[in-house]
């Protein structure tokens, strides 16, 4: 019991990221709310609440968009338990998600974006680093598929969008899609990563 507490308190906060991802998205497109004042805005910058960078996420163009999203969701909730997904981990996607909005303000070529695909990204690599350092102590999935995930995020934003456009169609969700999100979150989420990484030096002792 003891030996699945660590786990289980991860998988938790996880959850509560995910419930904080989905459930105001969720709300606000059933309740048809005025969402346009949570819009993220890359082409103005700093110059806009900073708040934009967490509300955007809980934007979306129509039905199939938000159903697509909450999909993803769902799916990362449970490869977060069948990889005993750490507290540490959970964490590091809620930093990411800030995060992910904040990078795309380095490409000014976006008037507006919104959505939570970015933030998605950022929690899938999250999981396939975790699930690679584990090494199958812990996890209940194998290394490997930590691998071809951790391989194939990068893979999906080249060949989704090898010319590094702002905007792309998706015929299948009935809008645009900014792809430079997706790229945006898994770089973010190795950046966070690695920085958890960095040794520390050994403490100074007191005279």
Same mark, same amino acid.
């Given at each position: 019991?003891? =030996?699945?507490? @660590?786990? *289980? ?11 904080? !991802?989905? *459930? ?8 048809? #709310?005025?969402?346009? %004042? ?20 809980? +934007?979306? #163009? ?7 999203? !909450?999909?993803?969701? +769902? ?14 981990? %959970?964490?590091?996607?809620?930093? =990411? ?26 929690? /899938?690599? *999250? !999981? %396939?680093?975790? /699930?690679? $350092? ?5 996890? #209940? &999935? @194998?290394?490997?598929?930590?691998? &071809? ?20 169609? $998706? ?12 790229? =945006?979150?898994? =770089?973010? #989420?190795?950046? +966070?990563? !690695? ?10 002792? $007191?005279?």
């Amino acid at each position: 019991m003891a =030996s699945r507490l @660590p786990g *289980l308190t991860g998988f938790l906060a996880w959850v509560g990221v995910a419930a904080a !991802l989905a *459930l105001p998205a969720l709300w606000a497109h059933l309740a048809h #709310a005025d969402t346009t %004042a949570w819009l993220l805005h890359p082409d103005q910058g700093l110059q806009q609440p900073l708040s934009h960078l967490i509300s955007c996420a809980w +934007v979306h #163009a129509n039905t199939p968009h938000l159903l697509a999203n !909450l999909a993803g969701v +769902v799916i990362m909730c449970l490869l977060a338990w069948l990889a005993r997904v750490d507290l540490t981990h %959970a964490g590091l996607w809620l930093l =990411s998600w800030p995060l992910t909005h904040l990078a795309l303000l380095l490409d000014p070529r976006l008037h507006s974006y919104f959505g939570m695909s970015g933030v998605l990204h950022a929690g /899938i690599t *999250l !999981l %396939a680093l975790h /699930i690679v $350092r584990q090494n199958n102590t812990v996890s #209940a &999935i @194998p290394s490997w598929t930590g691998w &071809i995930l951790l391989l194939g995020v990068p893979l999906k934003c080249v060949l989704e969008n090898p010319r590094l456009l702002p905007l792309i169609d $998706r015929p299948e969700l009935g809008m645009q899609v900014a792809p430079l999100s997706h790229v =945006s979150g898994f =770089s973010v #989420a190795c950046l +966070v990563w !690695l920085a958890t990484r960095i040794p520390r030096g050994p403490a100074k002792s $007191r005279p």
